[in-house]
């Protein structure tokens, strides 16, 4: 390397951050990092003016107490830089020049001798070059330095300070003072001190340096890393926020284009207001004008026949003037057309539902405890819990936090959730599956899906179970010589049992055993418990009046059936109305509570089925035709909708279906009585399971009811026998 070029790169590494001048009087802040002294007071000077106690390194912003003295010159020096300050000051000749170690004249030196270790004048230099022992020595002149030259200098022994030891090395190190020092000093004044050799103490420091200077590469290192992890957080969010802002952006100019949309489509029919009104005023107009010149012109002929005042011509044109006259005034006089108001209404106005989320939420990294359950059922209350996590998988808790779940039934019905915050990124999800099927839960944190979301929970229906059956074929208490029709009180219980062949209606408890029976003087073809828990009974193809008795047996009063023809079965609705199948023109007919009015009436589009059981659940009609094989479902107005099976004999078809009750699982369950089962079925049709085998072995299951518990009273015609399931 060329010296200049040396000298350049020396001069710049001496460089003061501060001045950017060659240091003076170099002191070393703890950072490490020097300065001129002059530099540092100046700085504190200036923060002192700012009322500050403190200031901080301009290279690496470290903050420092100042000093009560206002200088830094209590500092260590700055070796290295002393050092380079003087090798420097050879090159720069408007700098102070070194001088000659070797006389008292205080000569500029003029060159240096590499094994004396000595600055020498011009004067010294020749005398050293005249001495044979010192003739051969290595010596070079100062304006001769080549680069070599100038590494050496940098790295001659440093010479003891102390005066009448300045041509003595510094070569040993006092562990007890820890001072470099010169052999005098080890004499003079650090006897019987723990002397070193200045390089193996130099070595064992070096080591402890290396070992602390590999920490802080390490440290370095690791501080990159996240530099570079940092970095990319950074991008990743301008990348978030840009994207979400997008989406905005994008929602906006929807809603913009929509809005557009919708002032097209007002416009176009404002227009069309227009012009159907301007067309209304345009031919009342034309009415109005087209009446008014024939009369101008009626008049005006009349007019005109006056004033001549010829006999003969009044007498000629009397009859048709007057008749005319009589015909313009008779007109039919169209009135004026007056146009309605027109109002323009906002009934809701636009209302975004928007907001930015800032949360330490990461939606990925959240998850959902208690997902995997297996054994879900219906109409029994399930949770699980969303835990929410930051971006490092810690558990974080952001008050304004967005959390939404949405649980889908198998017909697509929203179920109703409630979630618990727990204010520790804790949430407890409750919910109680209505039915049986596959569930879908979705789950999004600030609008992003939760980490495996959405997932399906399949809920298992609750399945009857056989507890004991009653009955037997007589006519005794608790006996049964035709059963026509079951109901259940849901106040006290009690079974009642329309006994037809006997005629009577028997009352048992819950458990079978015989309460009482009312007997009657015709066969019942239909009962049912009203919900004060009289009971109603229907009475086929006699004076179709419907008779109302108390659950002890007293008659109260008959119900006029005026409004019945062919009345079959009878239900009572939750609030109160009385459904009716008639097969006279095949109707079911709704009467008001009392049964002395009607409310509606309807049919199949197919007059000639045969409706047999009507019930009311949720704003549907359920309609049994046995005949058809199908169950019809009509909405509140009596409108067909659709039909549940056909017939056949597999699973959600029907052979005779009879009579119908909606469990508390909001189940439907038909007697599918020539199919000797049960079946059971969600509302919108789609089958569950069957109740058969041997519970109705050589027997037909023709009536059903549900208890206030739930359990399913099912009446078995074939056998004479009740069923009671749990």
Not at 221 to 249: A, F, G, H, P
Request: with cysteine; hydrophobic share 35%; net charge neutral.
């Amino acid at each position: 390397m060329d010296v200049q070029q040396l000298f350049k790169i020396l001069k710049k590494e001496a460089e003061c951050p501060l001045c950017i001048e060659t240091v003076k009087n170099p002191k070393t802040l703890p950072c490490l990092h020097s300065f001129c002294l002059g530099c540092l007071d100046r700085h504190a000077n200036f923060a002192r003016r700012q009322i500050k106690a403190t200031i901080k390194c301009p290279v690496c912003q470290t903050s420092f107490q100042i000093p009560e003295t206002d200088t830094f010159e209590n500092l260590p020096s700055s070796f290295h830089l002393n050092r380079l300050v003087d090798v420097l000051a050879l090159e720069d000749g408007s700098v102070q020049s070194q001088k000659c170690n070797s006389c008292d004249e205080n000569n500029t030196a003029t060159c240096y001798c590499f094994v004396c270790q000595d600055f020498l004048c011009a004067s010294c230099f020749e005398a050293h070059q005249r001495l044979k022992a010192s003739r051969g020595h290595r010596s070079v002149l100062i304006d001769k330095l080549q680069a070599q030259d100038v590494q050496e200098l940098i790295h001659r022994p440093v010479m003891c300070s102390q005066q009448y030891h300045e041509d003595q090395a510094l070569e040993f190190y006092c562990e007890d003072c820890k001072v470099l020092i010169c052999h005098k000093c080890t004499v003079v004044s650090h006897n019987r001190h723990t002397m070193t050799d200045t390089q193996k103490a130099a070595q064992e420091q070096k080591m402890q340096m290396a070992d602390a200077v590999a920490k802080v590469k390490a440290e370095i290192v690791r501080y990159e890393s996240e530099i570079k992890e940092q970095t990319d957080l950074r991008n990743k969010n301008k990348i978030e926020i840009l994207n979400e802002e997008k989406k905005m952006t994008d929602t906006v100019e929807k809603l913009i284009r929509d809005l557009r949309e919708h002032e097209r489509k007002m416009k176009d029919k404002f227009r069309e207001i227009y012009e159907a009104e301007q067309k209304h005023h345009s031919t009342r107009l034309e009415n109005f004008e087209l009446v008014a010149t024939q009369l101008k012109s009626c008049f005006e002929r009349c007019q005109s026949i006056l004033e001549r005042n010829f006999s003969v011509e009044i007498l000629q044109t009397n009859h048709a003037i007057l008749g005319r006259c009589n015909e313009l005034l008779n007109l039919r006089k169209a009135d004026l057309y007056i146009s309605p108001q027109i109002y323009y209404l906002v009934e809701k106005k636009l209302d975004l539902m928007d907001r930015v989320v800032v949360a330490k939420t990461d939606p990925s990294k959240c998850l959902a405890e208690g997902q995997d359950s297996k054994e879900v059922k219906e109409r029994k209350e399930t949770y699980f819990v969303i835990v929410t996590k930051d971006s490092e998988g810690f558990q974080c808790y952001q008050q304004d936090a967005k959390i939404k779940v949405d649980i889908l039934t198998p017909e697509g019905d929203q179920l109703k959730t409630d979630i618990k915050d727990t204010k520790d990124g804790k949430y407890t999800v409750t919910y109680t599956p209505q039915c049986a099927g596959q569930h879908r839960v979705e789950i999004l944190v600030n609008g992003q899906p939760l980490t495996g979301s959405p997932w399906i929970v399949q809920v298992h229906q609750h399945q009857y179970q056989f507890a004991f059956h009653f009955g037997l074929r007589g006519m005794g208490r608790g006996e049964f010589d035709g059963i026509y029709d079951i109901d259940v009180s849901q106040k006290t219980g009690t079974i009642a049992v329309a006994d037809g062949q006997n005629p009577r209606i028997q009352l048992l408890s819950s458990e079978g055993k015989f309460r009482r029976e009312i007997r009657l003087d015709g066969a019942p073809s239909s009962v049912a418990f009203t919900d004060s828990g009289d009971l109603l009974t229907l009475f086929q193809e006699r004076d179709n009046r419907l008779r109302l008795f108390s659950e002890e047996g007293h008659f109260i009063k008959h119900i006029n059936g005026k409004h019945l023809d062919k009345p079959i079965r009878l239900s009572i609705a939750s609030d109160g109305h009385i459904i009716i199948t008639d097969w006279s023109y095949n109707k079911i007919k709704v009467l008001f509570p009392d049964g002395n009015d009607l409310l509606q009436s309807f049919s199949a589009r197919d007059h000639r089925n045969l409706p047999f059981c009507a019930i009311y659940h949720k704003d549907k009609f359920f309609v049994s035709y046995s005949y058809a094989a199908c169950v019809k479902v009509f909405d509140k107005t009596g409108v067909y909708l659709r039909d549940i099976g056909c017939e056949g004999s597999n699973d959600g078809q029907f052979n005779f279906p009879d009579r119908l009750v909606i469990d508390k699982y909001n189940r439907l369950i038909v007697c599918d009585t020539g199919n000797r089962r049960l079946q059971l079925f969600t509302l919108s049709g789609k089958f569950l399971s069957k109740i058969d085998g041997q519970y109705f072995k050589n027997g037909s299951p023709s009536y059903v009811a549900i208890n206030s518990d739930g359990s399913l009273i099912v009446a078995d015609e074939g056998n004479r026998r009740i069923s009671v399931f749990h």
